[in-house]
C-alpha cells in the first residue's frame, strides 16, 4: 500500500471508530469480567480462539507483532502489537477486530466474549500502563442522536470508545463536515488512553475511552444541523469493568504490580481539581450550624498585568480574515474552531479592542486556558462595548478565573459572563466573588458544570449578601451539597437582586431544602428555583409546600428527576391551594402515581394562577389521567403534560 493509500485507509478506519456510537445500547448491562482471572500471554496464542470469529485474525497479529518490535511508552512488544491489532481495519467488517469486539461488548449476553478474555486481558494490560489522558475530548456521527442523551442522565458506553482532543479532526470533510445533521459528543474524561504510539495508523491522535466507562449528560446545545452533547465520565459505585492485576512488561521479562482500576481517583492538573474528581463525599461531612464555622480562605490576588494589546506577532490567517469580515459587527461566533491562548490575543486586538460595536463574543468549545484568559482580561479593562462574553467549554481553571476577576473590577459594561465547563473550583470563586463585590453591572454569571464544593458556594454567598445587581447564577452540575445550600439559604434571606438561581445535578437533599425553603419567606425577589436532579424526596417537598404558602414572588419551581412520590405531591398540592402566585411546577420523572396525580389535580381547582404542570416520565397510568384530562378540560388555559 502506497503512504498515500495507508493515509486514506487510515482516515476510513479511525472515521468509523470515531463514529460507531449509534451502536450503544445505553442500557445497563451485566459487568465485563472473567477475562482479569486469565494469564498474561503472547499476542499469538491470546488469538487463538478468535480464528473462528475472524478468520484472517492470525495474519493481521503477525503484521502487528512484526511492527512492534521496539514499542513506545515502555510497553511489551506482545502490549503494542494488541493495540495496533485493535486499530487495523479490514473487509468485511464483520470480521473485523475492533468492530467484532465492541459488538460483543453491547451485547447482553456475556457468554460471547469468553473467546475473548485472553486478548482482553493482554490489551487490557498494555492500555492502562500507558499514560492517562485527562482531558476534553470530542466523538461524534452524522445523525441526530440528541433525543437519545437526556439531560441529568447517566449513560455507559459499553464498547471501547475512540475519540480526538482536535476539534478541527471531527469537523474535516473526512469525518463530521460542517454541513448536514450531526450529533458532536464533548466529553470530560478522565481515564483515557492515548494510542497514537501504538496505532497502525499513527499520523492523527486518538484517544481511547475503556469498555464501560460511565458518562453523565451534563449540557447540550442545538445548533440548527449541529447537536453538541456534553458528558462528563463518572465513577461507578462498583467496577463495571473488572481491574486487571496489572503486569509490567520489559521486552519478555514481567513483573506482577498491585491492581489497578479503572475507577481509581485520578490526580489533576491542579491542586484544586484533583480534590473534587477523588470523588470525596461532602454529604458524609456533619451538617454545619452556622454560616461561618471557620474563617474564610484567603488566597493571593493577582496585580493588574501590563501585558501589551499591540497588533500581535502570532498570526491565524483563518482566524484573522474571519474578524475581519466581521470588524463592524455586533455579535463574533467563534465557538469550535479549534482556538488556543495565543489566538486569544489576537481576538484581544482585534475584537475587543479595535471593535467598537461588538457586544457579544462567543468563544465556547476551544482550547482556551489561563493565559489565554489573561489576554481577554487586559482587553476587558479597556473595553467599553462588551455586554456578554460566552467562555464555556475550555480549561482556563482557577488561574484564569483569577485574571478575568481582575478584569470585573474594572469593566463597567460587561451583563453576562457564561464559564460553563472551564474546571473552576473554590479558588477560581473566591476570586470571581471578591471582584463582584466591586462590579456594579454584571447581571448573570453562569458556573455550571465545574468543580465547586460548599467551600466556594460560601464565598460566594458572602459577596451576595451585599450586590444587587446579579440577578441569575448558574451552579448547575457542581459539587454542591445541603451544607452549600445553606449558605446560600442564608445569603438570600438578606440578598434583593438575584431573581434566577439554578442549581440542578448537585447532591441537595432534604435538608438543604428545608433551609432554602426558610429563606424562601424572607425572600421577596427570587422568581424561578432549578432545583432538579438532586435527591429531594417527599420530606423536602413538605418544605417546599409550607414556603409555597408564604412566598409571594417565586413563578418558576422546577424538582425533575427527584424522589418525591405520591407523599410529596400531595403536600406540594396542598401549597398550591394557597399560593397564588407560581405559573409553573415541573415535576417530571418523580415517581409520581395515580394517587399523586389526583392530589395535584384536587389542589388545582382552587388554584387559579399555575398555567404549566410538567408530569412526565413518571408512573401516571389511566386513572390518574383521567383526574388530569378532567382538569385540562375545566382550564384551558392550563398546561399539563404527562
Known amino acids: 500500500m502506497t503512504t498515500k493509500g495507508k493515509k486514506e485507509e487510515g482516515i476510513t478506519q479511525r472515521y468509523l471508530r470515531i463514529t460507531d456510537i449509534a451502536k450503544e445500547p445505553l442500557d445497563f448491562l451485566s459487568p465485563i469480567c472473567g477475562y482479569e482471572k486469565m494469564p498474561l500471554v503472547s499476542l499469538e496464542e491470546a488469538v487463538e480462539k478468535l480464528v473462528n470469529l475472524l478468520p484472517t485474525i492470525q495474519s493481521h497479529a503477525y503484521i502487528a507483532k512484526q511492527k512492534c518490535k521496539k514499542p513506545a511508552d515502555g510497553l511489551s512488544p506482545d502490549e503494542s502489537a494488541s493495540i495496533m491489532l485493535y486499530t487495523m481495519g479490514w473487509e468485511p467488517l464483520d470480521e473485523c477486530l475492533y468492530f467484532v469486539l465492541n459488538d460483543t461488548l453491547r451485547s447482553a449476553n456475556r457468554q ?39 439531560m441529568g442522565e447517566t449513560i455507559i458506553w459499553w464498547g471501547f470508545s475512540s475519540c480526538t482532543t482536535a476539534l478541527n479532526v471531527l469537523q474535516s470533510a473526512q469525518f463530521l463536515g460542517k454541513t448536514g445533521t450531526r450529533t458532536m459528543f464533548t466529553i470530560q474524561c478522565e481515564s483515557g488512553r492515548d494510542i497514537c504510539n501504538h496505532s497502525y495508523f499513527s499520523s492523527e491522535d486518538e484517544v481511547l475511552l475503556l469498555a464501560a466507562t460511565q458518562f453523565k449528560v451534563i449540557g447540550y446545545l442545538d445548533q440548527g444541523d449541529l447537536h453538541v452533547i456534553h458528558l462528563k465520565e463518572e465513577p461507578s459505585p462498583f467496577p463495571l469493568l473488572q481491574p486487571v492485576p496489572l503486569v509490567s512488561s520489559s521486552n519478555d521479562s ?22 473534587t474528581f477523588s470523588s470525596v463525599n461532602l454529604a458524609s461531612k456533619p451538617a454545619i450550624t452556622s454560616v461561618q464555622p471557620k474563617p474564610l480562605k484567603t488566597f493571593p490576588t493577582s496585580q493588574p498585568t501590563n501585558v501589551s494589546l499591540s497588533q500581535p506577532q502570532y498570526r491565524n490567517p483563518e482566524l484573522e480574515k474571519k474578524l475581519a469580515e466581521k470588524k463592524n459587527a455586533a455579535k463574533l461566533e467563534l465557538e469550535l474552531m479549534n482556538l488556543t491562548d495565543e489566538d486569544m490575543e489576537i481576538v484581544a486586538h482585534y475584537a475587543l479592542k479595535n471593535n467598537t460595536k461588538l457586544t457579544s463574543l462567543n468563544i465556547n468549545s476551544n482550547k482556551i486556558q489561563a493565559l489565554g484568559a489573561l489576554h481577554l482580561s487586559n482587553a476587558l479593562r479597556q473595553n467599553k462595548t462588551l455586554t456578554t462574553l460566552r ?13 478575568l476577576s481582575d478584569a470585573l473590577r474594572q469593566n463597567a459594561t460587561l451583563t453576562t459572563l457564561e464559564l ?44 451576595l449578601r451585599q450586590n444587587r445587581t446579579l440577578s441569575t447564577i448558574s451552579l448547575n452540575t457542581n459539587d454542591i451539597n445541603d451544607n452549600g ?40 425577589t427570587l422568581t424561578t428555583i432549578d ?15 409550607d414556603a409555597l404558602r408564604q412566598n409571594k414572588t417565586l413563578t418558576t419551581l422546577n424538582l425533575r428527576k427527584n424522589q418525591i412520590g405520591d407523599k410529596g405531591a400531595q403536600y406540594l398540592s396542598d401549597g398550591l391551594r394557597q399560593n397564588k402566585t407560581l405559573t409553573t411546577l415541573i415535576l417530571e420523572d418523580n415517581q409520581i402515581g395515580d394517587q399523586g396525580a389526583q392530589y395535584l389535580s384536587d389542589a388545582l381547582r382552587q388554584n387559579k394562577t399555575l398555567t404549566g404542570l410538567y408530569l412526565q416520565d413518571n408512573q401516571i397510568e389511566a386513572e390518574g389521567g383521567k ?16
Open 254 to 275: 514481567t513483573t506482577s504490580k498491585p491492581a489497578v482500576s479503572q475507577t481509581k481517583s485520578i490526580s489533576s492538573k491542579t491542586d484544586q481539581t484533583s480534590e
Open 391 to 403: 467562555l464555556g467549554l475550555n480549561r482556563i481553571e482557577n488561574k484564569g478565573a483569577q485574571y
Open 112 to 150: 460471547k466474549l469468553k473467546p475473548w478474555f485472553l486478548y482482553l486481558r493482554l490489551f487490557l494490560n498494555g492500555l492502562l500502563r500507558l499514560p492517562l489522558i485527562r482531558d476534553v475530548v470530542h466523538r461524534g456521527i452524522r445523525m441526530d442522536l440528541s433525543k437519545e442523551y437526556r
Open 531 to 545: 432545583l432538579g436532579f438532586n435527591k429531594i424526596a417527599a420530606e423536602g417537598a413538605h418544605y417546599l409546600s
Open 627 to 642: 383526574h388530569l384530562n378532567g382538569l385540562k378540560n375545566r382550564d384551558p388555559c392550563l398546561y399539563v403534560i404527562w
Open 420 to 463: 460553563v465547563c472551564n474546571f473552576i473550583g473554590d479558588e477560581g470563586v473566591q476570586h470571581l466573588s471578591d471582584a463582584l463585590q466591586q462590579n456594579k453591572t454584571l447581571t448573570t454569571i453562569d458556573l455550571e458544570t465545574n468543580v465547586i464544593t460548599c467551600e466556594g458556594v460560601r464565598y460566594l454567598s458572602e459577596t
Open 485 to 524: 445550600m445553606q449558605y446560600l439559604s442564608d445569603a438570600l434571606r438578606q440578598n434583593k437582586g438575584l431573581t434566577i438561581l439554578e442549581v440542578k445535578s448537585n447532591s441537595i437533599g432534604d435538608q438543604g431544602v428545608q433551609y432554602f425553603s426558610d429563606a424562601l419567606r424572607q425572600n421577596t
